[in-house]
């Protein structure tokens, strides 16, 4: 079954516009992590924002947050006033358990593409 | 300043040859990573190295074999390549200790071509 689910393949936006990229996630955990990477198409990695099951608060980093909804296991990444630079692929990931180093699962990714 | 980096970047070889490539961080961090990355973006964990000790050890081919000589490196074998080992290959790595919310460094990625 899959842990992360990315049900946006692709999305055009346009310049400025705020954009949201969903993501939903499975587990029984109690205690679980959720982050969310860029990778442009100079192919590195690039991490975004992070909110751990317990927080309370919405994560927000800049022009990202997070809109955690637990009960619909769901995060999904929030861009405010995009940018050209924001066209890339998103992954959204989690990392279930009390560990933390336990491994980081990973979605099939949203290719964003921003209009000028 | 290349926080964590890999060679080579790119790697083309035949099908049957043996190759590594290399992963070094200078970030201080406690663990290390390797990922493959396929061709249609899927990231999937392969192994990891907590303190220089395998914690992590997905379902890969034994033809596939990480070697973390200290904390600040973590190498990746490869014997017998097959086609469908072309991918971009990612070293990462992250301090556990800081917790649950340790974010993973990724390298720039190797991609490997087989043919």
Request: with cysteine.
């Amino acid at each position: 079954a899959q842990k992360i689910t990315q049900t946006q393949p692709g999305m055009f936006v346009q310049e400025k516009e705020a954009v949201t990229l969903d993501c939903t996630y499975d587990t029984s955990d109690q205690s679980y992590g959720l982050f969310w990477y860029k990778q442009p198409s100079s192919g590195e990695m690039i991490f975004l924002i992070y909110q751990g099951s317990y927080d309370e608060q919405n994560a927000t980093e800049g022009r990202y947050s997070l809109n955690f909804q637990k009960a619909r296991k769901s995060a999904n990444l929030v861009i405010s006033a995009s940018q050209l630079g924001d066209s890339a692929m998103y992954f959204c990931a989690m990392r279930e358990g009390r560990s933390s180093a336990s491994k980081i699962i990973f979605g099939s990714g949203t290719r964003l593409s921003i209009r000028p | 300043d290349t926080a964590v980096s890999q060679t080579p970047k790119y790697l083309v070889t035949q099908m049957g040859n043996d190759k590594s490539i290399k992963c070094e961080q200078n970030l201080g961090h406690d663990t290390m990573y390797w990922y493959k990355q396929d061709s249609k973006k899927f990231l999937k964990i392969m192994f990891s190295y907590n303190n220089k000790e395998l914690i992590i050890n997905e379902t890969v081919p034994n033809r596939f074999s990480p070697k973390s000589p200290d904390k600040a490196h973590l190498n990746l074998h490869i014997n017998s390549l097959e086609l469908g080992d072309s991918a971009v290959y990612f070293c990462a790595s992250s301090r556990v200790s800081a917790g649950m919310g340790n974010e993973q460094f990724f390298g720039p990625g190797t991609r490997l071509t087989v043919l």
